[in-house]
């Protein structure tokens, strides 16, 4: 339950992850004109990655890989699937109720994007 | 007017976001990793092996002296190492993640200490002329192994190791003249049967 409420809190604010406030705040201010806030967030991070690295994965494949409560992932997953980064098929499996995720072309393009973003953080760094 | 000039006052804050970069990115390729290893085990792979493990079944049933029969066997237990080693890089490969080590890695640390005992206890048990308890060993080990490097994986791995180390356990036990049938039940019908139920449900 209260993971759940922190996944709801955090889309107002900012990313809720594990380093200091101040960080954040500077990735915030400084970054933020093309940071896809989207995916910034660690579990929504985790969902991609996850998903970029196979074809499809159920509810409960990610929910062990991501080592997170019910809710919590289907906040962050309808978050993902609502920005069109993931698509999600429900279908019977005998009597059990499915979920799979796979990763659209977009939410690939993000992650990619994302990821030279980053790099192209650690760069600067290095040359300044 | 001295105050205004906290404008730019914490330096440590420029390493704190190259820092947090650097971690997103760890992050990411720790997550998919683990995400391969999860479903890294190649079921057509499986299913391939478990073919030749059927056909070299049949041509160590027809061989005259336990030599040439070890010898099939251990042919045959080569060429499954290949197909193995082949079909996960390919599946790693078709998640476009040329990154991943990982998985391979834990797959080879964690078959390779039971595969090793069990080549040195085939020696011995050779020698001992103790054929018949050869396929038991085989079969319990491969299990072991499977169920440790599984732990990680999806959860039809592990019991897919446990299978395996009950028809060893069954193999070991069983009257002789059945040993390479257990063999064949195992080695090729347990993978067979699991490489399609994870080459359905965990892509390919």
Redesign the interface.
């Given at each position: 339950m209260a993971k759940q409420s922190t996944a709801k809190k955090e889309v107002p604010t900012k990313s809720a992850t594990t380093s200091g406030p101040r960080a954040t705040a500077v990735a915030q201010k400084s970054v933020a004109p093309n940071l896809d806030r989207l995916i910034h967030e660690r579990l929504r991070l985790g969902i991609i990655s996850a998903l970029a690295a196979n074809e499809s994965l159920t509810f409960s494949d990610l929910k062990t890989l991501m080592n997170t409560t019910d809710g919590n992932l289907s906040v962050h997953a309808r978050k993902l699937e609502e920005a069109g980064y993931i698509a999600c098929t429900k279908y019977f499996d005998g009597r059990l109720p499915k979920t799979e995720y796979k990763l659209t072309a977009e939410g690939r393009r993000a992650l990619e994007s994302y990821i030279n973003h980053m790099e192209s953080l650690i760069k600067q760094m290095k040359s300044s | 007017m001295e105050p205004i000039r906290l404008v730019q006052p914490?330096q440590p804050?420029?390493?704190?976001?190259?820092?947090?970069?650097?971690?997103?990115?760890r992050?990411?390729r720790e997550?998919?990793?683990?995400?391969?290893a999860?479903?890294g085990i190649s079921g057509w792979g499986e299913v391939a092996i478990g073919l030749t493990a059927v056909v070299a079944s049949l041509v160590a049933a027809h061989q005259a002296t336990n030599t040439m029969w070890l010898a099939v066997w251990l042919v045959e237990g080569t060429i499954s190492l290949l197909i193995a080693g082949w079909s996960m890089d390919r599946k790693a490969r078709?998640?476009?993640?040329p990154l991943?080590s990982g998985p391979g890695r834990k797959a080879v640390f964690s078959l390779s200490p039971p595969m090793i005992a069990g080549g040195l206890l085939t020696i011995v048990l050779f020698r001992a002329g103790l054929t018949n308890a050869i396929p038991g060993v085989w079969l319990l080990l491969y299990g072991t192994g499977v169920i440790t490097g599984g732990m990680f994986s999806?959860g039809i791995v592990p019991i897919m190791g446990l299978c395996f180390m009950a028809l060893g356990a069954g193999a070991l036990f069983a009257p002789p003249g059945f040993a390479n049938w257990f063999l064949a039940f195992g080695f090729g019908g347990l993978h067979i049967v699991f490489g399609v139920i994870i080459a359905r449900k965990?892509?390919?």
């Amino acid at each position: 339950m209260a993971k759940q409420s922190t996944a709801k809190k955090e889309v107002p604010t900012k990313s809720a992850t594990t380093s200091g406030p101040r960080a954040t705040a500077v990735a915030q201010k400084s970054v933020a004109p093309n940071l896809d806030r989207l995916i910034h967030e660690r579990l929504r991070l985790g969902i991609i990655s996850a998903l970029a690295a196979n074809e499809s994965l159920t509810f409960s494949d990610l929910k062990t890989l991501m080592n997170t409560t019910d809710g919590n992932l289907s906040v962050h997953a309808r978050k993902l699937e609502e920005a069109g980064y993931i698509a999600c098929t429900k279908y019977f499996d005998g009597r059990l109720p499915k979920t799979e995720y796979k990763l659209t072309a977009e939410g690939r393009r993000a992650l990619e994007s994302y990821i030279n973003h980053m790099e192209s953080l650690i760069k600067q760094m290095k040359s300044s | 007017m001295e105050p205004i000039r906290l404008v730019q006052p914490a330096q440590p804050d420029p390493p704190a976001l190259h820092e947090r970069a650097m971690d997103n990115l760890r992050y990411i390729r720790e997550t998919m990793e683990r995400a391969t290893a999860f479903t890294g085990i190649s079921g057509w792979g499986e299913v391939a092996i478990g073919l030749t493990a059927v056909v070299a079944s049949l041509v160590a049933a027809h061989q005259a002296t336990n030599t040439m029969w070890l010898a099939v066997w251990l042919v045959e237990g080569t060429i499954s190492l290949l197909i193995a080693g082949w079909s996960m890089d390919r599946k790693a490969r078709a998640a476009q993640m040329p990154l991943v080590s990982g998985p391979g890695r834990k797959a080879v640390f964690s078959l390779s200490p039971p595969m090793i005992a069990g080549g040195l206890l085939t020696i011995v048990l050779f020698r001992a002329g103790l054929t018949n308890a050869i396929p038991g060993v085989w079969l319990l080990l491969y299990g072991t192994g499977v169920i440790t490097g599984g732990m990680f994986s999806v959860g039809i791995v592990p019991i897919m190791g446990l299978c395996f180390m009950a028809l060893g356990a069954g193999a070991l036990f069983a009257p002789p003249g059945f040993a390479n049938w257990f063999l064949a039940f195992g080695f090729g019908g347990l993978h067979i049967v699991f490489g399609v139920i994870i080459a359905r449900k965990y892509g390919g």
